[in-house]
């Protein structure tokens, strides 16, 4: 049976909304950029024969508005008989654009593909247009009323801390390990070896994330105000930050990849994506790296690494209690999106970017790659390293 292998991986650095390095960068250029790095990565792989780009974004307001995948496929230097088209699955948009890879390998219909995603929320922060809003989330009295699909992603985060009884010192407890084990990937060079430098219209080149804080301490963190409730326990802290960035992964068929002499990085194992409540979209990745273990008959002691998307410290701690994933040994062994950041269409592809990094780097095999999805879902996919 024909696999898909990922033969790239490439990604921006991460720049902090608003006001960081990458504010000045239009997101269909940094689409662009982070393209042509990886299909530069594969220079045996004639870009004519790209079946298909696929973009995630969880905002298609403005800038990111369109056909962004069609867009970022010209800019990122493939031919005009390259297709591309644009996905949202909010968070997990990018994930299932290399799912989507996947399953076309899978099933024959072409044999390389450009899988990516892109977010700027400092240019295209649009996500609800309120007055667009089905009333049927949003008024409970309604007899017809379904859930609080329209939920800000922080009280679900809080909700979460309550159903599991975290404490605050539990959630900056973990954030802090986050921040540590970032700076220690900055200072080793791990995260060097993954990002693609950008430059700015001005000529500036920007090659490093924005967001990690090696000088924080657990009393900063403590000193921080709940950001939404006044009696919560979750913070800017123990949360990820609003970012920009760019990643893009390159799929291809085992066979073909072959047929052009180009060493494969890893091959898909399998994914899986599933649903709950909305009120608890944090927790999604239980049900999703379970239903994904299950199906490749596998247990999470299989699994060497696990790179979970932080967007919140109190969604990842019951993920962990309740999958047995040991936060030691297994999870985000360089950090996570607490401190490094989370552009939402971005984030599948550059924590696949990561994880292929992370395996080669402690020289393991097995990987998955999960998250939450606002809405209420989880996502999932595992991968073995082949280099």
């Given at each position: 049976?024909?696999?898909?292998?990922?033969?790239?991986?490439?990604?921006?650095?991460?720049g902090?909304a608003?006001?960081?390095?990458?504010?000045?960068?239009?997101?269909?250029d940094?689409?662009?950029?982070?393209?042509?790095?990886?299909?530069?990565?594969?220079?045996?792989?004639?870009?004519a024969?790209?079946?298909?780009?696929?973009?995630?974004?969880?905002?298609?307001?403005?800038?990111?508005?369109?056909?962004?995948?069609?867009?970022a496929?010209?800019?990122?230097?493939?031919?005009?008989?390259?297709?591309?088209t644009?996905?949202?699955r909010?968070?997990?948009?990018?994930?299932?654009?290399?799912?989507?890879?996947?399953?076309?390998?899978?099933?024959?219909?072409?044999?390389?593909?450009?899988?990516?995603?892109?977010?700027?929320?400092?240019?295209?922060?649009?996500?609800?247009d309120?007055?667009?809003?089905?009333?049927r989330?949003?008024?409970?009295?309604r007899?017809?009323?379904?859930?609080?699909m329209?939920?800000a992603?922080?009280?679900?985060?809080?909700?979460v801390?309550?159903?599991?009884?975290l404490?605050?010192?539990?959630?900056?407890?973990?954030?802090?390990?986050?921040?540590?084990?970032?700076?220690?990937?900055i200072?080793?060079?791990?995260?060097?070896?993954e990002?693609?430098?950008v430059?700015?219209?001005?000529?500036?080149?920007?090659?490093?994330?924005d967001?990690?804080?090696p000088?924080?301490?657990?009393?900063?963190?403590?000193?921080?105000?709940?950001?939404?409730?006044?009696?919560?326990v979750?913070?800017?802290?123990?949360?990820?930050?609003?970012?920009?960035?760019?990643?893009a992964?390159?799929?291809?068929?085992?066979?073909?990849?072959?047929?052009?002499?180009?060493?494969?990085?890893?091959?898909?194992?399998?994914?899986?994506?599933t649903?709950?409540?909305?009120?608890?979209m944090?927790?999604?990745?239980?049900?999703?790296?379970?239903?994904?273990l299950?199906?490749?008959?596998?247990?999470?002691?299989?699994?060497?690494?696990?790179?979970?998307?932080e967007?919140?410290?109190?969604?990842?701690?019951p993920?962990?209690?309740e999958?047995?994933?040991?936060?030691?040994?297994?999870?985000?062994?360089?950090?996570?999106?607490?401190?490094?950041?989370?552009?939402?269409?971005?984030?599948?592809?550059?924590?696949?970017?990561?994880?292929?990094?992370?395996?080669?780097?402690?020289?393991?095999?097995?990987?998955?790659?999960?998250?939450?999805?606002?809405?209420?879902?989880?996502?999932?996919?595992?991968?073995?390293?082949?280099?």
């Amino acid at each position: 049976m024909t696999e898909a292998v990922i033969v790239a991986a490439a990604r921006t650095p991460i720049g902090r909304a608003f006001k960081g390095s990458l504010s000045t960068v239009r997101p269909d250029d940094l689409a662009g950029v982070i393209i042509d790095a990886a299909m530069k990565q594969v220079p045996q792989l004639d870009r004519a024969e790209v079946v298909d780009v696929m973009m995630g974004a969880g905002s298609h307001a403005g800038e990111q508005g369109m056909n962004l995948g069609r867009i970022a496929a010209a800019l990122g230097g493939l031919p005009d008989s390259v297709p591309g088209t644009t996905v949202n699955r909010g968070c997990g948009s990018s994930l299932q654009t290399i799912r989507m890879a996947h399953q076309a390998i899978a099933t024959g219909e072409g044999h390389a593909f450009v899988a990516a995603g892109v977010e700027s929320v400092s240019r295209a922060p649009g996500f609800f247009d309120e007055d667009a809003m089905n009333p049927r989330f949003l008024d409970r009295s309604r007899p017809d009323y379904i859930n609080d699909m329209y939920i800000a992603m922080g009280l679900t985060a809080e909700n979460v801390a309550a159903k599991w009884s975290l404490t605050r010192q539990d959630l900056d407890d973990y954030a802090f390990l986050s921040q540590r084990r970032a700076a220690e990937a900055i200072r080793s060079g791990f995260y060097a070896r993954e990002i693609t430098p950008v430059t700015l219209p001005d000529g500036t080149i920007v090659d490093q994330d924005d967001c990690p804080r090696p000088q924080t301490t657990l009393e900063a963190l403590g000193a921080l105000k709940p950001s939404f409730r006044p009696d919560g326990v979750v913070t800017a802290g123990n949360s990820c930050p609003l970012n920009d960035g760019a990643a893009a992964v390159v799929v291809m068929s085992d066979l073909r990849a072959k047929e052009l002499g180009i060493t494969p990085l890893a091959r898909i194992i399998g994914s899986a994506v599933t649903g709950l409540a909305p009120e608890l979209m944090g927790v999604g990745p239980i049900n999703a790296v379970g239903e994904l273990l299950n199906r490749h008959k596998m247990k999470i002691e299989d699994v060497d690494v696990v790179e979970l998307n932080e967007a919140f410290a109190a969604q990842v701690l019951p993920i962990c209690s309740e999958l047995g994933i040991s936060i030691e040994d297994q999870l985000n062994p360089h950090g996570g999106a607490i401190a490094v950041g989370h552009p939402f269409g971005m984030t599948g592809a550059r924590i696949m970017t990561t994880l292929i990094n992370d395996l080669q780097t402690l020289d393991k095999q097995i990987g998955i790659e999960t998250m939450c999805i606002g809405g209420g879902m989880g996502i999932a996919m595992m991968i073995e390293r082949l280099s």
